[in-house]
Every structure is written in structure tokens, then in C-alpha cells.
């Protein structure tokens, strides 16, 4: 049985967590962070506190539907509070790639749905007035570390401004992509302009915070051990160490982390869980901090093998999926700050401050998924790293599923679950695929 009062694992010690903190009381986490003591019943039960279940109990809140949410965590534990802080208009398939596989007018309602989750996320914290999250509208430059690279995205970016109407990307050559970013590793690169940066647990924590204020019921340290169909009249019961729950609906919005409990385990088969492992630098010298990075945006690079970075506390954060084995587990953050020198040099001695890793959700089809698994579940799920907005969006429209409504979905409405195939073994799978994609990314691929 899992204890109804403690997380299941510590909160990883990330730059996030220490930054948050330092705020004021009034910033502290969420209400009462109070588990679940007695039996309930409501409209609909959300399972998951990140971004997708929040969103969801917003959208449920505005519609005046009785909801609660419930996590076998406190906020922010997953997830949602431990990714890169990137804010995209974009999928892991790029939009020429649907358009070669599903047609041109699926391309445009894809594009159309992945801005649309950059303005949900500029909604929310205007909404909620979450200054501390720090969102900036600066932008994310794709970094090509090849020739071969530089040529792809730059066809991606004239395609998207040609096929789509969309004249938000822009090349960037070699000099002006040295000069930003601080490294002479790059050939060119790419500018996205409908992005940004965040600080993810403060926009996490400050969407339950005002969730809360709203009077929607956050239980954390809840894990739903038990979900099975009500024994008389429709509705579904849900079993937690404190209590039983009773709801006519409920949202399964746990993605990566879908494993911890028995009742979500079948979300899990989904997807190939993914580690993600980031450093946070001590905070740089005046020197430093004037030459790396100048635009504040975020930063990604075109290996298949990817790192991402980005400047945030005056400190360089850096992170990349290329670290295996168990969280927190040292030899992948050793490979990454061997990553962040080779790129920036001038970092070399340089002190690493925070280290830590989360798991991301990766689909089979490279697309979240969004639809309903029977007749009073609905579920979203699988980010593929992409999912600051995508979540926030996806998250209301599970909420619109759950209530009968038909939203706009594309290519990522789900008819019923869809398990990876060969999912049990997915592990030696991944770390197959895992040192291929190293191996081309080494000889230049």
C-alpha cells in the first residue's frame, strides 16, 4: 500500500526548488498541500497536479463543474517542475514532415494548434497574475551544428513562411548565431519567434495557487491506488489511502509518470519514458554573463542527441536526454558538463551548482495524445519535450472531451489506448536507439 502522506520519492534538489524557495510566504507551495482524509464525490476527479491536469481543472472551474485534483505528489513533483522552462510553438515532427504524411490542411490545423498553446500559456498567467514565473516572449534559436543540419532547417523555415503564412522563423548565419549565443560550435541557425522561457514550478505551483483561491480542491500526497466502475448507476469510483472517491468523469493527466500507481499503470504503455537530465551552473562572472547568450531566449541544438540551454539566475542551465540509468545517477551529469564545455569552453572551470533528471513522455508517433480510453475516462499525455504549452492547452481541451465537447484536436485525438509495441521492452530499446543516434550524431550524420 502507498503511505498516504509522504511523497513517493524526495523532490529532486533542482535550480527550480531552490529558487522557489527563496520567494515570500506568499509564494510558498500550494494551500495547505493537505491529503486526502475522506470519502468524496464529484463531477469530475483529475488525476495528475502538472500542467495538463491543472489546466484541466481550469476549464472545468470556468464551466462551473464541480472537480477535484489528485496527486500522489505535491506540485510540480513530476514534470512539471522539472523541465527546461522552454515555452514552444512546436511539435517533435515538424510541420513540413505532417505535411508530407497527412496533407497540407492537417499541417495548418497543427500549426494553428501549437501557437494556440503559446497563447493559453500567456492567458494563465495573465489570468492568474503570475509574475513569478517569469515568462519572456524572446524567442527559441535552433542551433545547426552541421551543414547538412543548417541546410534542413533552414528549407523547414522557407517552407513554414510559404506553405503556412508564417514568417515567424528567420535564418540566422554562423557569425550572428556566435556572436548571440557565446560558442563557435554552430554553423547557422534558426530563430522561432513565438517562444519563450519560463520558470516552470513557479507556473505550476502558481496555476494550483490559484486554482485553490477558486476554491478547487488540490489534494496532494493522494496517490489514486484503484479506479474501477462504479458498482450501481454510472461514474467511477476512485480508492486512495485516505479515502474513496466518487465521480461521473475523470482525467488521467499524469504522462511520463503515469507508473507510480496501479490505477494509471495502463497510461504508462503509451509511452517510452525518456530521461532528462539538466545542470545549473554557479551564477557566472559579469565577464561571462555579458558574452554568452545576450538575447535571453532558449537554445536547442540539431543533433539527434539534443542539448538545450538557456541563461536563467544569472547561471547557464544546461540539459540534454542523453543520461541513462536511475535518477540522480552521476555519470550522466558528468556527460553533460563534458557537453557544456566542449560548446562553451569558457565554461570549463566553471562550478556546476544543481544537478538533476525527470523522465520525459515519448510517444510512438512522436505527437501528444489526447482521447478518451472509455465511456468516463479521458486521458492526455506524451510531450516528447515539448510540452510547457502543449500541456496547458491540451489539459483544457481533455476537459472539454470529458464533458461531451468536440475540440479541435488534429492528428492528436486517440480513439482508446494505443500501448507502444514491445513495451516491456522498451529500456534496452531506448538505450539502442539511444547510442545509434550518438553514433551519427559523432560522424556527422
Known sequence: MLAPTTPLRPQPDSLWRAMAARAPVTHAPVSTGTPLNRDLSVDVAVIGAGYSGLAAAYALQKRGVDCAVFDANPVGWGASGRNGGVVSSKFRLSFPTIERMHGLDTAKRMHRLAHDGVRVVESLIDEFKLERAQFEHTGSLRCAHTERAFAAIRAEADWVRTALGDSSMTVQTREEVTHETGSTGFIGGVLSADAGTILPLEYVRGLARGLTARRVPIYESTPIVEMTRARTGPGVTLRAPGGTVRAKQVIVATNAYSGLTSATAPYQRELVPFRSAMIATERLSPELDAKLMVQRRSYT?????????????????????????????????????????????????????????????????????IGRSDDTTTFCLGYNGAGIAMASLLGQHAAALALGETPELALLAQQGLRPVPFHSLRAPGVRLVAAWYQFLDAVGA
Open 301 to 369: 541544438e540539431t543533433r539527434r542527441m539534443m542539448k538545450w540551454f538557456r541563461k536563467v539566475d544569472g547561471r547557464m542551465l544546461f540539459g540534454g536526454r542523453d543520461a541513462f540509468g536511475k535518477e540522480g545517477q552521476d555519470t550522466g551529469f558528468d556527460a553533460l558538463q563534458r557537453a557544456m564545455a566542449a560548446l562553451f569552453p569558457d565554461l570549463a572551470g566553471v562550478r556546476v551548482e544543481y544537478r538533476w533528471s525527470g523522465y520525459v513522455g515519448m510517444t510512438f508517433n512522436a505527437l501528444p495524445h
